[in-house]
C-alpha cells in the first residue's frame, strides 16, 4: 500500500536494533485518513473469507482491528497481555516473547469470546519475529476456530516473523514489506 509505505519514508524514524519508530501516524498519534484507507484494504484482501470476528493484542493492535472491523462489520477480540481483574472464567492463554521489549508475557483471551464456529482475521500493527502473531495463532487453534488469515500493517521481511506464519500453511497480508533498513534508509519489498 503506496500511501503507507511513502508515510514510512517520510516520517518513520530508525533507532537501533532495527526498530521502525512510527510514533507520528501509526502507533501513538493515529492518522485517522491513513487507518481508514488500511481498514479498507484489509477488507479488500480479505473479503470473500467470512471473516466473522477480529483477534488483536493489545495495545498498538486494537486501533488498526477496530477500523478494518468497520468495513467487515464484525466484533473486535483483543488478547490482554496481563490477566487483570476484570477478565474472568476460563481462559485461552499463550506465552510470548517480545524481542522488542526483551520480556516474556502471557497473553489470554476468554474462552467464552473465541468460539469453534467462528471464522478469525488477526491483525496486528507489525510483524517482525513473528511471537505475538504465533502466540495469537496457538490461541485460535486451542479454541478450534477457523483462522482466515492474518493482516498487519507493516512486516519486517528481514526478519523471520512473516517466514514461521506462512510455513505453517497461513495466509499472511502485509500492507508494507519492509525489505531492509540501511542506516537511515528504509526498502520495501
Ligand atoms: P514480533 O512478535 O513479531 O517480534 O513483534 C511484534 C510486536 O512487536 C508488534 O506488535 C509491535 O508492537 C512490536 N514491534 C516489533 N518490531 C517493531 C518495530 O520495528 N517498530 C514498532 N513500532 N514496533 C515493533
Known sequence: MKYLENMIREKGEVRPGGIVKVDSFLNHLLDYELYREMGKEFKRLFDGEAVNKILTVEASGIGIACVAAQYFEVPVLFAKKHKTSNIDGELYSASVHSFTHGNDYKMVVAKKYLLPTDRVLIIDDFLANGQAMLGMI???????????GCGVAVEKAFQQGGELVRQRGVRVEALARIKSIDEDKISFC
Open 138 to 148: 496457538n490461541i485460535v487453534e486451542q479454541a478450534g476456530a477457523h483462522l482466515c
